[in-house]
């Protein structure tokens, strides 16, 4: 009942999100405003794949050497929009996409990033087929400090209805044992609940992963957006979320019962780590690249996910923002709850710098709901309980759910 019941009121907020209009505000678009206080972090998108998984929502596009080299001119022109206007960055993601796709070009990219902001910690995703001892290398060298590899499992055939091909599972433990002790954080993606996964499946590939030993892993619900839902049922099974606690519950008692750190709902790590939610650690956040969303001062606006769009107004030193929305108050209250919420804390205290005056009261109805089922604890800090956790990934699920229908919406009408 919890459960359905967060989900409702979150897929109900995450729909405002798709609501966008074209007139942006460019003077929200200015650094030197920032203040003291921590700027915001830089996701850097690369939409491109040498394969493409059909469940996947990001906007990607396959592989074309010209295009993606003609990209990283026009991401540099992007980043140094952003430098005119007074932003600086020091936390940087790269997504995608697969950010190795071209590694000549993303060096570039880096290398231009540090001549232009005081980087001081970088993550980057990348695929097991790319972990090669010679990227190892090249993206140590380039100082990334958090390396992600999308594994999604180990299993060959829930890979295979996935619709991926990451090579024989032992070659990719192998990768990752190369891998690991190279990098501050070393993470695996996994993703669980996909039609016809079974929980044995599921619990094979924890096991598989515990066995490594590596850093960090991080779970991924299923999160189709509605017309690859659609493709996924007509060939395998309905996407069932009924089934998907039980998943959670494997994951509650293997790393949360089992010495690992949550460092979000999904996120498991030895020791404290370096975590891809950009969103949780930073209160704003621009993503530059197309397809990018970005979070400022309370105002949501999104990239333009056609490459040629995105090539055209980056050509014409033009930001490619192509959708805006000026979030209300309460809206804007409630994403601030529910990203912090999913990095496990909400320090009422820094609500209240950020928001000012009674901001607490006006949660009121969540903290209290939140508070009489026991999902969350404390005073100042207000932490996730165990309890919470799944309610807390629940709503994170059906807020991604409405952002990947957002990127199907634009990736189709090539907006
Ligand atoms: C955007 S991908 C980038 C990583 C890299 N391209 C790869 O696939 O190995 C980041 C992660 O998002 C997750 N992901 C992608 N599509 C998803 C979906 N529809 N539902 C849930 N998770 C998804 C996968 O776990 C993937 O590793
Ligand atoms: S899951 Fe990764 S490799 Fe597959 S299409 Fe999406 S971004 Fe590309």
């Not at 999104?302 to 930001?319: C, G, I, P, Q």
């Not at 994403?335 to 006006?362: P, Q, S």
Request: hydrophobic residues 35%; proline residues 3%.
């Amino acid at each position: 009942m919890i459960p359905d019941l967060v989900s409702y009121i979150t897929r109900r907020e995450g729909r405002k999100f798709r609501r966008l209009n074209s007139t942006i505000d460019e003077s929200i678009i200015n650094g030197d405003t920032l203040g003291s206080g921590q700027g915001p972090s830089l996701y850097v998108h690369i939409p491109f794949c040498r394969s493409l998984c059909p469940f996947c929502c990001f906007n990607r596009y396959l592989f074309r050497e010209d295009l993606a080299r003609r990209y990283f001119i026009d991401l540099k022109k992007e980043l140094e929009l952003y430098v005119q206007r007074g932003f600086t960055f020091s936390s940087i993601y790269f997504g995608g996409g697969t950010p190795t796709v071209l590694m000549d070009e993303l060096l570039s990219f880096i290398e231009y990033l540090r001549s232009r902001c005081p980087v001081r910690e970088i993550s980057l995703e990348t695929t097991p087929r790319e972990l090669t001892v010679e990227n190892r290398e090249l993206l140590h060298k380039a100082g990334i400090n958090r390396l992600s590899i999308g594994v999604q499992s180990f299993e060959e055939s829930v890979l295979k209805t996935m619709g991926r091909d990451n090579g024989p599972a032992d070659e990719v433990k192998k990768r990752l044992l190369m891998a690991e002790g190279h990098f501050d954080t070393l993470n695996v993606d996994f993703v669980f609940n996909f039609p016809s996964q079974t929980v044995a499946q599921f619990e094979a590939d924890v096991a598989a992963f515990k066995e490594l030993g590596v850093d960090q892993a991080t779970f991924y619900p299923l999160m189709p957006s509605p017309h690859k839902k659609d493709a996924l049922e007509r060939k395998f099974n309905r996407v069932d979320n009924s089934r998907e606690k039980r998943f959670y519950d494997v994951i509650l008692r293997e790393f949360y019962h089992d010495g690992y750190t949550a460092s979000t709902a999904w996120c498991f790590s030895r020791g404290e780590r370096m975590i891809d939610e950009y969103i949780i650690d930073y209160d704003d956040y621009i993503g530059i690249g197309s397809g990018s969303v970005s979070i400022l001062r309370g105002n949501f606006y999104v990239n333009s996910f056609a490459l040629e769009r995105y090539h055209e107004l980056t050509a014409a030193n033009r930001l490619p923002i192509v959708g805006w929305r000026t979030l209300s108050k309460k809206e804007n209250l409630r994403y601030y709850f529910l990203t912090k919420l999913f990095g496990m804390k909400l320090d009422t205290e820094a609500l209240r710098r950020r928001f000012g005056g009674d901001t607490a009261g006006k949660l009121w109805a969540e903290l209290a709901f939140f508070k009489a089922f026991k999902l969350i604890s404390g005073d100042g800090t207000l932490r996730v309980t165990e309890r919470g956790m799944y309610p807390v990934s629940v709503m994170m699920r059906d807020f991604f759910a409405a952002l990947n229908t957002l990127r199907e919406h634009c990736i189709e009408h090539q907006i």
